[in-house]
């Protein structure tokens, strides 16, 4: 059971912690891309409890073209992947946007490309598929919710420890008020 200045403490604390853990995140994250999508969410869940969302992609299907890499920045992809599969991803080409005809080649600039392979006129090498490595997670492959939330939790901890045990103090002094003596 929670009492009244503490329930009160608690609803701000759980506020600060979602401003503080979407600050700490944006900081963590290379992408401005990706900074421009990350957001807190805070959800009461019954007395005393709430429900703390850190967010990053605006909600956006995965394949979304505004921020298709989010995934991959927080947890890294390919070879680099701390979560699903590991190893290096197999790109083919697609059916083109436009006519919805499948491609057989995809093309790239580069210099350092085998002379016997197909190239188009501009230079460009035609390939029927590429291994790409991925990529590594932002913050030196730790991404940037999970260091947010795991840093938010040690300050708010601390301010639990002082703050939370001010705010008990307070709802006894009050209850000790209205109280007769025997």
Do not use: C
């Amino acid at each position: 059971m929670t009492t009244v200045n503490f329930e009160n403490f608690i609803a701000n604390q759980a506020r600060g912690y979602a401003s503080t853990a979407t600050r700490l995140a944006k900081g963590f994250s290379e992408s401005s891309r990706i900074r421009k999508t990350i957001k807190s969410k805070v959800e009461p869940k019954g007395k005393g409890k709430w429900i703390i969302r850190v967010t990053a992609g605006d909600g956006l299907p995965r394949d979304s073209s505004e921020t298709p890499d989010v995934r991959a920045r927080e947890y890294g992809s390919g070879i680099w992947a701390r979560r699903g599969p590991k190893g290096k991803i197999l790109i083919k080409p697609s059916a083109n946007p436009k006519d919805g005809k499948k491609k057989k080649y995809l093309a790239f600039s580069w210099e350092l490309a085998n002379p016997n392979l197909p190239r188009l006129s501009d230079g460009r090498v035609l390939l029927r598929s590429v291994e790409h490595p991925g990529i590594d997670a932002d913050n030196d492959g730790q991404g940037y919710i999970g260091p947010a939330i795991r840093e938010t939790n040690k300050f708010i901890r601390k301010k639990f420890a002082t703050d939370g045990v001010k705010a008990i103090k307070l709802d006894i002094r009050s209850s000790f008020k209205g109280a007769k003596r025997a």
